[in-house]
């Protein structure tokens, strides 16, 4: 397939510290030694679609947000900023500063990740698993067309946890209510103890699905933060 979006690396950040300082250590080796770490990855990702429970299923459909179906990864976070703006009945003042704020974030996650894909240009786990492990193996998810590592969900959410947790504090509860319209999956609303366990969860959602290694995940979900804290350094008078 036609490789998605290969110059979003280059965007013009809304900070340059989002770019030059955030880009992660590289991934495991690629290898196809049983013993390495490349392989153990794919072999945990093969193993969690396999076995796959009811309840991971859901939370994979729920983080999907796949575009052309849906508002895409960076307009959940907007939903769920809004829901919760409208629950606190913000100011006008206070809205236009979270919107900002958040705008930049997921804007600067997907260039700072989309640099990262096709500088380290990793195979995805279907291709590795096809060719290494098991060619009829299939997942729940459709791999989009662009590199693995790191996570653009990962990125993304991680950036709005932080950005959201500074603005909002640390350990709020809230429920995301963004499917609960959606007819094709379970939309149900789902509850957080935080901003970061929303994006623990929508971050590992990419391992149920198939579409990413352990490390695009977790490595991803940090690169997102240390974008998110650059954002929190700008002041709003």
Not at 66 to 78: E, Q, R, V
Not at 140 to 149: A, G, M, N, V
Not at 215 to 232: L, P, R, S, T
């Amino acid at each position: 397939p036609i490789p998605l979006q290969p110059y979003w690396g280059a965007v013009r950040p809304f900070m340059q510290v989002n770019v030059d300082d955030t880009h992660p250590v590289p991934p495991p080796a690629f290898s196809t030694a049983p013993t390495s770490a490349f392989y153990l990855e794919a072999i945990e990702a093969y193993d969690a679609v396999n076995n796959l429970p009811p309840e991971q299923k859901v939370i994979a459909e729920f983080w999907s947000d796949a575009p052309g179906n849906t508002a895409t990864p960076p307009g959940h976070s907007y939903s769920i900023m809004m829901q919760i703006l409208d629950d606190e009945t913000a100011a006008l003042a206070r809205t236009a500063e979270v919107y900002a704020k958040l705008g930049m974030g997921v804007h600067d996650a997907f260039v700072s990740c989309w640099k990262t894909k096709y500088d380290f240009n990793l195979i995805r786990p279907i291709t590795y698993i096809h060719e290494h492990v098991d060619n009829t193996w299939t997942i729940p998810l459709p791999t989009p067309p662009f590199p693995e590592y790191t996570s653009g969900h990962s990125v993304q959410s991680g950036a709005t946890a932080q950005i959201m947790t500074d603005l909002f504090g640390d350990n709020y509860a809230f429920v995301d209510r963004t499917h609960v319209n959606r007819p094709d999956i379970d939309g149900s609303p789902r509850s957080f103890s935080s901003f970061y366990d929303f994006a623990d969860e929508a971050a590992i959602s990419r391992l149920y699905g198939g579409i990413h290694y352990r490390a695009a995940i977790d490595i991803g979900v940090e690169q997102g933060i240390d974008i998110g804290k650059n954002i929190g350094t700008l002041q709003f008078q």
